[in-house]
């Protein structure tokens, strides 16, 4: 294995997994895994790209650090020579971190400065412009990511952010030497690290800034940043001739599927609008969630009622009504209850036959994915921008985990349709 990711959510995981297999411009891809936490076997011999799913954004930091640390020594045991840490393209965390705690813990350990820290992923809006993060034409503080239930981002100066986290200097790439290629922006990392700065925000405003970034980091041991940061990273492997950029084919499954959201998003919000006007939804009631009166059985028995119609479970809701369970419950109360009801109920629903399952949110995704018990998963072709068709060739399941702020409106539709093996 090649290149080593660790991943502090499983969504996340799926996107910077899907642009590695990709590759930039029809220039090839590598054959890229994504593994479900931190694998106790040794990686597949074919695998290229090897993306390590945690779920550690929204955990004390500490905890954190010991998990990116523990992926680490996996990742360098397969043989990765380059390690990406990807965080979300919206920088999700809190002035205590985990973006720079575990940065600078993976730096430290790989003895490195000068640390690229770019979130930018222009194909699903996200932007860094001096220093500043942008969600399409908004600071990120006016986006919906200001209101989000477990990372409210406020501050769009995410090299203030950085620094609240961190313990040592973070400097700036700002866009005009970022804009003049691979070679200056090297210098001007080497620079920073030299003059103490162990993290080092790097501007990008396009993909093809990303991939000039991707030249400049070819031979660095530590990147971090959103997907997009991986953009020029196959690239860079096929030019030194070390894989040959030629992938797999891709074959769906058949069988029963459902749909589970606990993506508070606006983006998801209104793919549910669209979902539930022509097809089957059931809207789970939070209250007697905590209650105990709704349960996984409930969710499991709702679904197979509606096998083939494409039934939508979500507990989604809007900023205010989010707000006022979190006051009536505890954020951490409300979200483990909801996210152990779609982990439960999928457990149950893959154990008695369902074949596609499509979920959106990435810590939702996470519950799901662990009571799965799943090891490891292909990478298949893209559905939107940045959620790929994951496949558990074991258990011939096919998987779509979506981010919250991902996807077209009719993504749940054309996730079910991309699961489906065609005749
Ligand atoms: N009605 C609700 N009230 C309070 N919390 C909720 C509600 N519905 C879902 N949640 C919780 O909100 C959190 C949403 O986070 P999740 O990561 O799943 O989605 P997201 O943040 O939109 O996705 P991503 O992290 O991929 O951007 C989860 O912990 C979920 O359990
Ligand atoms: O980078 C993103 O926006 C996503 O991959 C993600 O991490 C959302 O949870």
Partial sequence: ???????????????????????????????????????????????????????????????????????????????????????????????????????????????????????????????????????????????????????????????????????????????????????????????AGAGGERLVIVDAISDEDLVAIGEACADLKLITGGSGIALGLPRNLIAQGVVTGRRGAFTGVQGPEAILAGSCSRTTLAQIELHRSDHAVLEVDVDAVIRNEVTPSDVVEFIRANEGLQPLVFSSNTPANVAAYQARYGTGTVAHALEQLFAQAARILVDGGLRRLVVAGGETSGAVVSALGLQSLEIGPEIDPGVPVLIDRGTSLALALKSGNFGAPDFFAKALAALEARP
């Fill in 1 to 191: 294995m090649h290149i080593g990711v660790i991943a502090d959510d499983f969504t996340g995981a799926s996107d910077i997994a899907n642009t590695l297999a990709k590759g930039w411009a029809d220039g090839g891809g590598l054959r890229t895994t994504q593994f479900l936490g931190i694998p106790v076997t040794a990686a597949p011999a074919d695998c290229e790209a090897g993306v390590v799913s945690l779920k550690s954004r929204s955990i004390p930091a500490a905890e954190a650090v010991a998990q990116s640390l523990a992926a680490l020594e996996w990742l360098q045991a397969q043989g990765c020579r380059q390690i990406v840490f990807k965080y979300c393209s919206t920088f999700d965390s809190t002035p205590q971190g985990n973006i720079g705690p575990v940065g600078e813990a993976l730096a430290q350990a790989l003895g490195v400065r000068g640390v690229p820290a770019c979130p930018a992923f222009p194909g699903a809006g996200r932007t860094v412009f001096q220093g500043h993060l942008f969600v399409g034409d908004r600071l990120l503080s006016e986006s919906s990511v200001a209101t989000h239930p477990l990372n409210p981002m406020t501050d769009p100066d995410i090299r203030r952010w950085l620094t609240r986290q961190s313990t040592e200097p973070v400097g700036l790439v700002p866009h005009q030497t970022v804009r003049q290629g691979a070679a200056p922006i090297r210098t001007a990392l080497d620079r």
